[in-house]
């Protein structure tokens, strides 16, 4: 079966760094997304990881390490538009399976 | 460019009744994916087409929905008859098969609600 954990919610600040993490097991893994929703709209795709490392993209980071099983989305410099439910989906035979998603809250 | 269209944006509608969900990819994409998103069971992959045919629909839940690709620019998900448990958020994504499914452009949604 195909399965992934993200942590359900996270907190931080105005300005601050903050990392959701992202555990996943499946069968023809070919890689790792992430997808921003904010409320009442429609996910959005943020970053992709195919190897392992790391991939840049403004304030957002993305991390994958294919033995791990394990990835991660950084977001720096947080600001209050960030406020949103990020979800990693794995790749899997021509599909994505999505994570139940991080709601993040940034306060000021 | 016009993004991923979906209609209607809202639907509401009594049990036992018959839904059409509509969708129409961006241009040039060709694969296209339904998908389900409630509070409880998060989101969904329903089923994806690739060059108009249906590749994969185990997640569609039960024979009451079916879902269609005449061409390359609609494609609908239809439930009949329709339940008050099928209440949710309807989307629609469509990508390049060449670049694989990771980078999935979402429409808007369809927001059912089944009293």
């Known amino acids: 079966g195909q399965s992934l954990e993200q942590p359900s919610e996270v907190t931080a600040v105005e300005g601050a760094i903050v990392q959701i993490n992202c555990t996943y097991q499946?069968?023809?893994?070919?890689?790792l997304s992430w997808y921003q929703q904010h409320d009442g709209g429609a996910p959005t795709f943020l970053s992709y990881?195919?190897?392992?490392g790391l991939e840049e993209t403004g304030r957002f980071s993305s991390f994958l390490s294919r033995s791990d099983s394990y990835g991660y989305l950084l977001l720096q410099e947080l600001q209050m538009k960030d406020s949103a439910s990020y979800f990693c989906?794995?790749?899997?035979?021509?599909?994505?399976?999505f994570g139940q998603g991080t709601e993040l809250s940034v306060k000021p | 460019d016009a993004g991923v269209i979906q209609s209607p944006r809202h639907e509401v509608t009594e049990m036992g009744q018959e839904v059409t969900l509509r969708c129409k990819p961006i241009s040039g994409h060709n694969s296209l994916f339904w998908y389900r998103q409630t509070m409880m069971r998060g989101l969904e992959l329903l089923i994806y087409?690739?060059?108009?045919?249906?590749?994969?629909d185990s997640g569609m839940p039960e024979d009451r929905f079916s879902a269609k690709m005449p061409n390359a620019s609609f494609s609908t998900l239809k439930i009949q008859p329709s339940e008050p448990r099928d209440s949710a958020v309807y989307f629609c994504?469509?990508?390049?098969?060449?670049?694989?499914?990771?980078?999935?452009?979402f429409g808007p949604g369809t927001r059912l609600t089944v009293t």
């Open positions: 499946t069968s023809g893994f070919y890689g």
């Open positions: 990881n195919g190897l392992d």
């Open positions: 994504a469509s990508s390049l098969l060449e670049q694989g499914a990771y980078e999935q452009y």
């Open positions: 989906a794995v790749g899997a035979g021509g599909k994505l399976i």
């Open positions: 087409f690739n060059n108009n045919v249906p590749i994969d």
